[in-house]
């Protein structure tokens, strides 16, 4: 047996002993009997730490070796046993065990594992994803919505169908709502409020799927997936990083035999009749604040991750964020003029490299000299004097003022992929900023509406004319 696969079953089962938080003597023997029948030792038990529960079962899942699916799925039902009892979080595993690694499954299902700090909702919910609008099956869902609802809820299951959730917060007055997202973020502006209430508002399935998931919240794997069920199974730690694990059920138009077949699966499983039933449900005038509706609303408020434009005010002498509702601090007219024009400049950006041999040279002072009369034209736009313009050609000069701009560029992690916003320097040792140029945009002298920097008169005047 190869090498990975015996990481791969020490992972697993490691997860399995794990999930009811409890380690008792039955656990430890059979634990041994595993090692000792898959040849694993106290170092793959180490390496074992280091990969994660949906890496270590789509190892197993795509392995050569013929028959070890089945052989492990019976180890890992007498390891569920081997106390007497058979666990509710014990059963969410072995369901995404017996999905994963039973080749005649009817349903195609995976285990997706997260770093737990990007999306975190209460263990046994299960989420409809999708990426693109599906109606035949949203029709299915919404004709059977109360069946499926209920047929998870008295499994221990929490069905969360985002649509409904919005049509609730739809119905509620809309300053009422307005209100309450301000009592969750009081820091907020009341114009950041209002915009994040209308985005939520048409908030769709896709776009939650798309947007959150995958862009905000980095599960990439999620990002072309089929309608799917997603189903929180457990949280656990990848070396010492905490992270969470999502089994992940591809659905038809006939969801509800799918879920069906799913509970039976689930409560067969499990040792006791009686189980804890969620009862979370939002009615009129109230909103669940825990879990996914917590999530769902500080994803908004907060707007962690976010891919947010760049607005140029330079009549204001003001730098915005305005998706995030920040606004570059601790930099002053020398810092901003900087920044608009490596925005400017693109993927071009600022080259001070001195090169040898004097035609060289003179090429050099000739593209210096061209940056330093753009960064004029910017920092008068700001305010200043042009003839008192600090000299980027003099490395003494402009050493502090690029250390001042990226140190206050760097405290902006609200942002996604920060550093794209920050100022850069590669091999070439070439200064950019590697922003979409589609996202900065500057107000102009004629009108209070922001447009795009690349059409605007000021970029073709410092950038074509200079």
């Not at 569920?80 to 059963?91: I, K, M, P, Q, R």
């Not at 879990?291 to 500080?298: E, H």
């Amino acid at each position: 047996m190869q090498r990975i696969l015996r990481i791969a079953i020490a992972r697993i089962f490691s997860d399995l002993i794990k999930a009811d938080r409890i380690i008792d003597t039955g656990e430890m023997d059979c634990w041994q009997r595993v090692c000792n029948r898959y040849s694993i030792d106290s170092q793959q038990q180490i390496e074992a730490r280091a990969l994660s529960l949906g890496e270590a079962i789509t190892t197993i899942a795509s392995g050569d070796e013929s028959g070890l699916g089945a052989d492990l799925l019976a180890d890992c039902r007498s390891m569920t046993v081997s106390d007497g009892f058979c666990s509710h979080s014990e059963a969410l595993l072995m369901v995404a065990l017996k999905l994963c690694l039973n080749e005649n499954a009817a349903e195609k299902a995976e285990v997706i594992s997260i770093p737990r700090a990007d999306f975190n909702i209460d263990t046994a919910t299960a989420i409809y994803i999708e990426n693109n609008a599906d109606e035949e099956i949203n029709e299915a869902i919404r004709t059977s919505h109360r069946i499926i609802f209920k047929e998870m809820q008295l499994a221990g299951l929490h069905f969360i169908y985002l649509p409904y959730i919005i049509d609730h917060y739809r119905r509620t007055d809309r300053g009422l709502f307005c209100r309450i997202l301000s009592f969750l973020a009081p820091a907020i502006s009341q114009e950041r409020i209002s915009e994040s209430y209308d985005k939520l508002m048409k908030m769709t399935t896709a776009e939650f799927c798309k947007d959150i998931l995958c862009n905000r919240c980095g599960i990439s794997a999620l990002r072309s997936t089929y309608p799917s069920l997603l189903i929180k199974i457990s949280n656990n730690f990848v070396n010492d990083a905490p992270y969470s694990n999502y089994l992940r059920i591809e659905v038809a138009d006939d969801i509800l035999q799918t879920v069906l077949k799913l509970v039976d699966s689930f409560t067969n499983l499990l040792s006791s009749d009686i189980y804890v039933a969620n009862s979370s449900e939002e009615k009129d005038n109230q909103f669940l604040y825990h879990g996914f509706y917590k999530q769902l609303l500080d994803i908004f408020l907060v707007r962690q991750n976010v891919r947010s434009r760049i607005l140029l005010n330079p009549y204001e002498s003001e730098i915005r964020y305005p998706d995030i509702d920040t606004t570059l601090t601790g930099v002053h007219r020398r810092e901003r003029a900087l920044y608009m024009l490596l925005l400017c400049r693109g993927e071009e950006g600022l080259n001070f490299n001195v090169p040898k041999g004097q035609a060289a040279r003179e090429r050099y002072d000739r593209r210096v000299d061209r940056i330093q009369r753009q960064y004029a034209d910017i920092y008068g736009l700001f305010g200043g004097n042009r003839d008192q313009t600090p000299d980027l050609r003099i490395p003494e000069i402009r050493r502090p003022i690029f250390a001042c701009l990226k140190r206050e560029l760097k405290k902006l992690t609200a942002l996604y992929n920060p550093d794209d916003y920050n100022v850069n320097c590669g091999l070439d040792k070439i200064y950019r900023v590697a922003i979409e140029p589609d996202l900065v945009q500057i107000v102009p002298s004629d009108s209070p509406n922001p447009i795009p920097l690349i059409e605007s008169e000021i970029y073709q005047q410092i950038i074509r004319c200079s």
